[in-house]
């Protein structure tokens, strides 16, 4: 028991370290997005804002049953499929109203986010656990990891052709991962419902 215990310890404090870290990417990459006017940045603000909850709503579940976990992840699942479906709505809107994304601070602000999403998946992986919510909290890292490759890659692409549709593009690409993310995370709660000893 003390073992498992332990183990539920380092887990909150894993979950809430990584959920202060995107809390503050949501902040800082929110108003850098709206200060560069750019899709790319504000699609990963709101990526790492429903971060944040999806952390908050995993370090509540670490002490609690399964059934209340595999809860949790569907949640989490579930926010990220939103996310991607009001990202893909604000793609379409900047493609129809115009946009000028600034491309060196999409650049700089995509560094300094990457840097932090790997502390944070870092993090999560030295737990090396099966737990439903901790899968899902590495899903989250490892796809915001991948869509700062994308804005920084946009925001040179950008600079050098003076066009507005590689922010758009990303912006587009960063849903398709939140979508894949979601669909992963449910497919795995799915199938901790159906596995052997995971009754309530």
Request: proline share 2%.
């Amino acid at each position: 028991m003390s073992g498992s215990h332990g183990i539920e310890q380092v887990q909150r404090r894993t979950l809430l370290v990584v959920l202060v870290l995107n809390a503050l990417l949501f902040l800082g990459l929110g108003a850098g997005g709206l200060a560069a006017d750019s899709s790319a940045l504000l699609a990963n603000a709101v990526d790492n804002g429903s971060d944040a909850a999806v952390y908050l709503i995993s370090f509540l579940a670490v002490s609690r049953g399964a059934s209340w976990k595999r809860g949790a992840a569907r949640a989490s699942g579930i926010m990220l499929l939103i996310f991607s479906a009001g990202v893909m709505a604000d793609v379409v809107r900047r493609w129809l109203v115009g946009t000028e994304p600034i491309g060196w601070t999409m650049m700089g602000l995509a560094v300094v986010a990457a840097v932090v999403n790997l502390i944070c998946l870092q993090l999560i992986r030295r737990q090396r656990s099966d737990d439903v919510n901790m899968k899902a909290a590495e899903t989250f890292s490892f796809n915001d990891f991948a869509s700062n490759g994308g804005i920084l890659v946009a925001g040179g692409l950008v600079m050098w052709l003076d066009q507005t549709w590689p922010d758009l593009v990303v912006g587009v690409i960063v849903a398709g991962i939140a979508l894949k993310g979601g669909v992963d995370i449910l497919r795995d709660a799915a199938l901790q419902d159906v596995e052997p000893g995971n009754a309530p």
